[in-house]
């Protein structure tokens, strides 16, 4: 299936939903702060990059903000910063994906969500109602995310990274894995500990 621009799709999946989930994602994710503050975040960050080594910039980054890297088998996954947090539990986030999802599993998140592609980008495997579907997302790109939304990310630019930002709302959910050959959820905690 070839990529596509997501803007159509998440015009669809917003006209789709009920008044009380829309107006839930608005309050959760698209505070008014939130968005001065994503944009302020993506501008400076987009200058930066340009200007600095990607690990100079990482270093500098957990000097002030507290990070947390995930990694599986002792190969770095993702770095996120925390950059704010909000009173309703929701955070704004920023990430630098040191890789794609290993697993072919697709999986979800707990929170509603909204961000952008500050760097570089990626390739979204994601389920819709037609299947699952592939959408290219490059720097400027907008992202999406619903509690619902199951997906996996391969980088367009292995050896480059890709760095985003993520405002996400207060937790809705628990999340885990849907297997694409048996449509079967895996919450989180049994999915890795089948992998140890």
């Known amino acids: 299936m070839e990529a596509r621009d ?23 994710a698209w ?14 960050l987009r200058l930066l990059i340009a200007v600095l080594p990607s690990l100079w910039l990482r270093r500098a980054l957990s000097w002030r903000f507290q990070a947390r890297t995930i990694d599986h088998a002792g190969s770095p996954y993702l770095t996120r910063w925390t950059i704010l947090d909000y009173r309703d539990g929701g955070h704004l986030y920023l990430h630098f994906f040191h890789r794609g999802d290993a697993d072919r599993e697709l999986h979800n998140h707990p929170w509603f969500a909204h961000g952008q592609i500050i760097a570089y980008g990626y390739r979204e495997e994601r389920l819709s109602p037609r ?14 995310l619903f509690p619902g939304t199951f997906h996996r990310v391969d980088l367009l630019y292995q050896a480059k ?6 405002s996400v709302g207060g937790r809705q959910q628990s999340w885990g894995f849907w297997d694409r050959d048996t449509g079967v959820f895996t919450p989180w905690r049994e999915f890795v500990a089948r992998k140890l």
């Open 31 to 44: 505070s008014p702060y939130a968005s001065v503050s994503c944009a302020m975040l993506v501008l400076l």
């Open 131 to 144: 299947g699952v579907e592939i959408y290219e997302y490059r720097a400027g790109s907008p992202t999406v």
């Open 161 to 166: 990274g890709c760095w985003t930002t993520l």
């Open 6 to 28: 997501l803007w159509p799709e998440s015009a669809r999946v917003l006209d789709a939903l009920q008044p009380a989930e829309r107006e839930a994602l608005f309050q959760a």
